[in-house]
């Protein structure tokens, strides 16, 4: 059986400077905490924290003091470095400098209102996502989140309205949502600016992998379930070849899958690292 593991797959910059970032501390001091899961794969979190990582959430940052934090690429909202400071906390900041950039945006965009009542910045994102949390703490809790078009009625369309979006979103649904705001919006002079803030490193990964997905009769997408990127990949995948299976290590694989397969690819999120997606690939092979 052909497997092949596909070339376009695996950590994006930003997790892989926030990973080496880590083991460059744990190899110096053999503990460090982590705010949040330094990325959105449970079989990569076990294999930090086996080297001494210690995830934690903002609950229990608050009460730590004297000590080293690394923050993700997610990023943070400014309320965290503020109680770093109050706590003499040592910051490790693996921020990924395209949210960096995203971040000072949405705040730039803030702070040019007259006033928070008089225009929206409004995030096309998931509500609640690490990244997320972090840009809406640039406005004071102000944006407003949106997932879908149904999430438009949250937007008031008789004041100015700043849009952005989430790096890892997809440029078609930004797009979609861009272009209903401008429909409603039409005609009354209202301001519209709209920030396509989405990361193309990880939104290039969408055609690469449609025709991947293509070249095998069954298509392996390695993920953790928490990824936001996964799930999304994961459906690009799944409507180019509907024998498509969304496994979080070996053990999710069912070999009933295989049947008169002779080629099957793997691939997966920008979460996902290349050594489990080649130890899933050797796996196969010896089936």
Request: overall charge positive; proline content about 3%; glycine content about 6%.
């Amino acid at each position: 059986m052909n497997v092949e593991i596909d070339n376009n797959s695996g950590f994006c910059f930003g997790v892989v400077y926030a990973i080496q970032r880590a083991e460059e501390e744990l190899a110096k001091n053999k503990k460090l905490y982590c705010l949040g899961d330094i990325v959105h794969n449970s079989v990569e979190v076990k294999r930090l924290e086996s080297k001494g990582l210690i995830t934690i959430d903002n609950e229990e940052f608050k009460k730590l003091k004297n000590c080293k934090v690394l923050i993700r690429a997610h990023g943070e909202p400014a309320e965290t470095y503020k109680i770093a400071l109050e706590n003499n906390i040592t910051l490790i900041d693996a921020s990924c400098p395209v949210v960096l950039r995203l971040q000072n945006k949405i705040k730039n965009g803030f702070d040019n209102f007259p006033n928070p009542n008089q225009g929206q910045i409004v995030i096309y994102g998931k509500n609640g996502h690490a990244e997320v949390n972090g840009l809406v703490g640039q406005t004071q809790g102000n944006a407003i989140v949106i997932s879908s078009i149904d999430d438009l009625e949250k937007i008031d369309f008789s004041k100015p309205i700043n849009l952005f979006s989430q790096t890892t979103k997809s440029p078609e649904g930004f797009n979609l949502i861009k272009k209903e705001i401008e429909k409603r919006i039409n005609k009354k002079h209202i301001s519209f600016i709209s920030n396509d803030t989405i990361c193309r490193q990880v939104s290039s990964r969408d055609k690469k992998l449609r025709n991947f997905a293509k070249k095998h009769n069954v298509i392996i997408f390695v993920s953790g379930k928490k990824s936001s990127n996964g799930k999304m990949l994961f459906e690009v995948c799944k409507n180019e070849n509907p024998q498509t299976y969304f496994v979080s290590d070996y053990e999710d694989v069912n070999t009933g899958w295989f049947a008169n397969t002779n080629s099957v690819g793997i691939c997966g999120a920008t979460s996902t690292p290349k050594w489990l997606m080649e130890k899933i690939a050797n796996k196969l092979k010896l089936l």
